[in-house]
């Protein structure tokens, strides 16, 4: 078996704010991506102001990025022998 397997730790509001992100990225991609700063708003506002997919792609993408949050590394270690 694989010793670096990733474990899938999903809470139940974790899911809620994931499921509601994905929303607001398709009604309102700007406010979806609120919370990761700024320049990441305008760069967003901008797409959208061109057209209602650049700016739903963009913000969906930086939520796909963003969202490795919730999976967590195995704790397990392997000892090396000496």
Do not use: H
Request: net charge positive; proline share 5%; with cysteine.
């Amino acid at each position: 078996m694989n010793e670096r397997q990733n474990k899938l730790c999903v809470s139940g509001e974790d899911l809620l704010v994931l499921i509601l992100r994905y929303i607001l990225c398709l009604v309102f991609p700007p406010l979806a991506v609120l919370d990761k700063g700024c320049g990441t708003v305008l760069i967003v506002f901008l797409l959208t102001l061109f057209g209602w997919l650049p700016g739903t792609i963009m913000a969906i993408l930086i939520c796909i990025k963003d969202n490795n949050y919730y999976i967590k590394p195995n704790k397990k270690t392997s000892e090396t022998r000496s």
